[in-house]
C-alpha cells in the first residue's frame, strides 16, 4: 500500500527573524538639541546628520535588513524633553514583504513633554503581495507640547504594475494627552476584504493613504489653514479636530500624487508656522 507522504508545511516561524529596536531621547538647550539616551539594535540604527557647524535637526532611522518580513519585529521609542525640537524620518521607505502565515510587528511610541516639539515624518510603507503587518503607534503628550505625525501607506508599487490582492493588515494609532486617551483608531484589511477595496464605498480606485496627526496651539486656525491648503491636491483629503487633535486624512490614486500632496502640506506648515521641525525632512529629497 502506497503511503501518501506529506511534507510539513512552511511557516515563517522556522525562519530567521529580524529583532530590531532602538530609543531616542532629546532634550532642548541653547545650543539646540543634545542627545540624553540612545539605544540600537540591528538592524535598526540611528543616524544624526549635521550640516557644517550647526546642531543637527533631524533623526534618519535605517533598517539594514532592507525591508521587512513577516515574523520580524521593529519597535521604536522617541522622547523629546523640554524645548527639543527634532524631526524624527527614515532614510528610505519601508517594504512589508510577502510572509506565509506569521505578521511582522512595528511598535513606535512616541512621547512629547511640556514646550517639546517633535515631528515624526517617516517616509512611505510599501504592502507587497501577501504581506502581512501589524502596526501600532501610541503617542504620550502633555500640555505645552507640540507634534506632528505621518504615516502613509502604499498599496503595491504603481510603477512595477503591481497589486496587492491578499494580505493583513492592522494599523492602531492610540494619543493620550496628560495620561487621559483621547483618540484611538483602527485600520484593519484582511484577506476577504482586498478584493473589495475598489468598491466606493472603500478605496475604490486608490493606492495610497496617509494619515496625519496634529497638537498643538491655535488648533481651529491651523484647521482652517489645512483645509485651505488641501483643497487644490490632486487627491482625497477630508479634516477635522478630534480630542484636541487635529486629523486629516489623505487617499490617492498613484503614490507619486500622494507624495506631493505630503510635501505640499509640511511646506505650508513651515512657511505658515515655522521655523520648527515640522517641514519636508531632507532625507526626504537624497
Given at each position: 500500500?502506497?503511503?501518501?507522504?506529506?511534507?510539513?508545511?512552511?511557516?515563517?516561524?522556522?525562519?530567521?527573524?529580524?529583532?530590531?529596536?532602538?530609543?531616542?531621547?532629546?532634550?532642548?538647550?541653547?545650543?539646540?538639541?543634545?542627545?540624553?539616551?540612545?539605544?540600537?539594535?540591528?538592524?535598526?540604527?540611528?543616524?544624526?546628520?549635521?550640516?557644517?557647524?550647526?546642531?543637527?535637526?533631524?533623526?534618519?532611522?535605517?533598517?539594514?535588513?532592507?525591508?521587512?518580513?513577516?515574523?520580524?519585529?521593529?519597535?521604536?521609542?522617541?522622547?523629546?524633553?523640554?524645548?527639543?525640537?527634532?524631526?524624527?524620518?527614515?532614510?528610505?521607505?519601508?517594504?512589508i514583504y510577502r510572509a506565509l502565515d506569521e505578521p511582522a510587528h512595528i511598535s513606535t511610541t512616541l512621547t512629547v513633554g511640556k514646550s517639546a516639539r517633535l515631528a515624526w515624518c517617516p517616509q512611505e510603507t510599501i504592502l507587497f503581495n501577501r504581506a502581512r503587518v501589524r502596526r501600532e503607534t501610541q503617542i504620550a503628550l502633555s500640555s505645552g507640547a507640540e507634534l506632528l505625525a505621518l504615516d502613509w501607506l502604499v498599496?503595491?508599487?504603481?510603477?512595477?504594475?503591481?497589486?496587492?490582492?491578499?494580505?493583513?493588515?492592522?494599523?492602531?494609532?492610540?494619543?493620550?494627552?496628560?495620561?487621559?486617551?483621547?483618540?484611538?483608531?483602527?485600520?484593519?484589511?484582511?484577506?476577504?476584504?482586498?478584493?473589495?477595496?475598489?468598491?466606493?464605498?472603500?478605496?475604490?480606485?486608490?493606492?495610497?493613504?496617509?494619515?496625519?496627526?496634529?497638537?498643538?496651539?491655535?488648533?481651529?486656525?491651523?484647521?482652517?489653514?489645512?483645509?485651505?491648503?488641501?483643497?487644490?491636491?490632486?487627491?482625497?483629503?477630508?479634516?477635522?479636530?478630534?480630542?484636541?487633535?487635529?486629523?486629516?486624512?489623505?487617499?490617492?490614486?498613484?503614490?507619486?500624487?500622494?507624495?506631493?500632496?505630503?510635501?505640499?502640506?509640511?511646506?505650508?506648515?513651515?512657511?505658515?508656522?515655522?521655523?520648527?521641525?515640522?517641514?519636508?525632512?531632507?532625507?526626504?529629497?537624497?
Amino acid at each position: 500500500m502506497d503511503l501518501e507522504v506529506h511534507a510539513p508545511r512552511a511557516s515563517d516561524k522556522d525562519l530567521q527573524r529580524s529583532m530590531g529596536s532602538c530609543r531616542i531621547v532629546l532634550k532642548g538647550s541653547e545650543r539646540g538639541n543634545q542627545i540624553v539616551d540612545v539605544f540600537q539594535r540591528s538592524p535598526v540604527r540611528v543616524m544624526f546628520p549635521r550640516v557644517g557647524s550647526a546642531g543637527f535637526e533631524e533623526a534618519v532611522l535605517v533598517n539594514t535588513a532592507g525591508g521587512v518580513a513577516g515574523g520580524d519585529r521593529l519597535d521604536t521609542a522617541v522622547t523629546a524633553l523640554a524645548h527639543a525640537c527634532i524631526t524624527v524620518t527614515s532614510q528610505a521607505a519601508e517594504k512589508i514583504y510577502r510572509a506565509l502565515d506569521e505578521p511582522a510587528h512595528i511598535s513606535t511610541t512616541l512621547t512629547v513633554g511640556k514646550s517639546a516639539r517633535l515631528a515624526w515624518c517617516p517616509q512611505e510603507t510599501i504592502l507587497f503581495n501577501r504581506a502581512r503587518v501589524r502596526r501600532e503607534t501610541q503617542i504620550a503628550l502633555s500640555s505645552g507640547a507640540e507634534l506632528l505625525a505621518l504615516d502613509w501607506l502604499v498599496l503595491g508599487r504603481a510603477a512595477h504594475g503591481e497589486a496587492v490582492a491578499g494580505g493583513h493588515v492592522a494599523d492602531n494609532w492610540r494619543v493620550e494627552r496628560d495620561g487621559r486617551l483621547v483618540w484611538a483608531d483602527t485600520l484593519r484589511i484582511t484577506d476577504d476584504v482586498f478584493p473589495h477595496l475598489r468598491r466606493k464605498a472603500l478605496l475604490a480606485d486608490r493606492t495610497a493613504i496617509a494619515t496625519l496627526v496634529y497638537f498643538g496651539p491655535d488648533v481651529e486656525k491651523r484647521l482652517e489653514c489645512l483645509r485651505d491648503w488641501t483643497a487644490s491636491l490632486e487627491c482625497h483629503v477630508a479634516a477635522t479636530v478630534v480630542g484636541g487633535l487635529i486629523v486629516v486624512r489623505f487617499a490617492a490614486t498613484l503614490p507619486s500624487t500622494l507624495r506631493l500632496a505630503l510635501r505640499t502640506v509640511l511646506q505650508e506648515f513651515d512657511r505658515a508656522f515655522g521655523p520648527g521641525p515640522f517641514r519636508v525632512p531632507k532625507m526626504w529629497s537624497c
